[in-house]
């Protein structure tokens, strides 16, 4: 049996006419470790962003990482090429597949432009393990990453304040840097941690939270 669409096009019963949106994402949902997890949605109130956006930008950030990507290479068993870095892989290391996270685990939403769940699968067939897999792994690694995480901070805070008001904040810092009686630097991170800890049982927004805070060191 045809069925006659509009425009003459002939469709067989059950075919739709519906378009694929060539921008639709992919999503792959995988199972970490509660403190993983915790950690992510933490940075995601911290920043205002939605979860599934920090968990994407997090295993971008892990496929183009040299750093992130000399740290999953040790456990790969087929060789790949990830952009143009190839990393040797050797069969006679044991999968990570059913290593999972040791603890309370949970999944999470992660979803991906067409390109970048090609590398994501280009990644997961090196280390033998599924998408879902490589996208704990990659989660687990990136966040590990300080000067990514510290990045992620400053780049949040750089489209929330104005030159002047990212000047004065820089200069905080950097006081709070060099008066520092402890051997930790105290990145943007946990700069904006504390200012949102501040304000979490207020109506302040944290551009008014931010600027109140620069006045205090004025």
């Known amino acids: ?29 995988p199972t970490i470790s509660i403190q993983l ?43 790949i090429r990830l952009d143009n870095t190839m990393y040797i892989g050797d069969i006679a290391r044991s999968s990570l597949q059913r290593m999972g996270p040791v603890g309370e685990c949970e999944r999470i939403s992660v979803r991906f432009k067409q390109i970048d769940f090609e590398n994501l699968s280009t990644l997961a067939f090196g280390l033998s ?12 690694a990136s966040i590990r990453d300080r000067d990514f995480i510290n990045s992620y901070f400053e780049g949040y805070l750089n489209k929330q304040l104005d030159d002047r008001r990212m000047a004065e904040l820089k200069s905080v810092l950097k006081y709070l840097n060099e008066n520092n009686p402890y051997e930790e630097e105290i990145s943007w991170g946990m700069l904006l941690s504390y200012i949102v800890e501040e304000i979490k049982d207020s109506a302040s927004t944290v551009t008014e939270s931010i600027s109140a805070y620069i006045k205090k060191w004025k």
């Open 37 to 79: 997890k915790d950690t992510i949605y933490r940075i995601s109130y911290i920043t205002n962003s939605p979860v599934k956006d920090v968990a994407e930008s997090l295993c971008i950030h892990g496929m183009a990482s040299k750093k992130v990507l000399d740290v999953l290479s040790w456990n790969l068993r087929r060789t």
């Open 129 to 140: 393990v599924t998408p879902s897999r490589a996208t704990a792994l990659l989660l687990d």
């Open 1 to 29: 049996m045809v069925k006659i669409a509009k425009g003459g096009k002939a469709l067989t019963v059950g075919e739709s006419n519906r378009k694929v949106r060539s921008d639709k994402k992919k999503e792959v949902k």
